[in-house]
């Protein structure tokens, strides 16, 4: 049974994977951004966030603009290559 | 959007809808840059073309202190921009980079133009048209595909017209590549 494979239980929810896909469409993003498309509250993402990071799919950076301070968020490569298997396995189930 | 698993199916669905909303977002801003290098360099141009053809002047090129201004604006301007966004895309990305590319291809060229006989208006025209017809293309915004078309044209023109002359096309060029779909692009974006 090659068609089914486990999906990534980081990705397999609903937030993070909200999250992943929109960071696979842009180059960076901002947290206001991120929270903006999901309709997240803050510290529900701020928790997914940190998952993620931990598990090396995204790097997050922390900086200021100005006096405000800001976080940005980008997909890494690995995140990427986790992405694609979990598409890949999802495409598996359903055809 | 809580923290819950989901069915095969609604994973799908979500992949494609955060997809579609990450793909809405590029940065505005765009006909700034336009109109400002359209009516900086088109006045530039024909006041060199007045200068050298209807004057005794000595130095028609010092028209061109103009440009460096308008540059400081520039950056500070884009500066701006990039702070305010929340968001970079890939397109927004390499939207800077083609009109870094252009830049760099610019200034080598008004670099060696002693080189050139000072027929470097033609080459400045080109890169000008590169970055013009495919910032048209990243945007899918028809009236700068056409302005980068109207450069390149104004340069095949520039090959075969005098050193004086070529300020003069340049002059008409910029107006039709930059200035009026610069105007256009602002209502785009203003719409």
């Known amino acids: 049974m090659d068609d089914f494979k486990p999906l990534d239980p980081l990705l397999h929810s609903q937030l993070r994977l909200a999250v992943m896909s929109l960071l696979l469409s842009v180059e960076s993003a901002e947290f206001t951004f991120i929270k903006e498309k999901t309709r997240a509250t803050a510290g529900n993402l701020s928790v997914q966030l940190d998952k993620l990071s931990s598990a090396g799919y995204i790097q997050v950076e922390k900086a200021f603009k100005g006096k405000k301070p800001v976080t940005t968020c980008q997909i890494t490569k690995w995140g990427v290559e986790a992405f694609e298997t979990y598409v890949n396995a999802l495409k598996g189930y359903i055809e | ?191």
């Open chain 2, 1 to 191: 959007m809580s923290e819950q698993t989901l069915t095969n199916k609604e994973s799908l669905a979500l992949i494609t809808e955060m997809i579609g909303q990450a793909k809405r977002n590029y940065q505005k801003g765009g006909s700034f840059h336009f109109l400002l290098w359209g009516w900086v360099v088109m006045l530039a141009n024909l006041g060199h073309y007045y200068l050298e053809g209807f004057t005794d002047y000595a130095h028609p090129y010092l028209v061109w202190v103009i440009t460096f201004p308008a540059g400081i604006i520039s950056a500070l301007y884009g500066a701006r921009q990039s702070k305010r966004a929340t968001v970079v895309s890939h397109l927004d990305r390499l939207y800077g980079q083609v009109w870094i590319a252009a830049g760099v291809g610019i200034v080598i060229t008004l670099i060696f133009m002693r080189n050139l006989s000072f027929n470097h208006g033609a080459m400045i025209l080109l890169f000008a048209s590169m970055g013009t017809y495919l910032s048209g293309q990243m945007l899918r915004f028809k009236p700068l595909i056409l302005g980068g078309l109207a450069l390149a044209a104004a340069a095949v023109v520039c090959f075969n017209a005098s050193v004086t002359d070529q300020y003069l096309v340049s002059a008409i060029g910029i107006f039709l590549g930059y200035i009026i779909p610069g105007y256009l692009l602002k209502t785009k974006e203003n719409g």
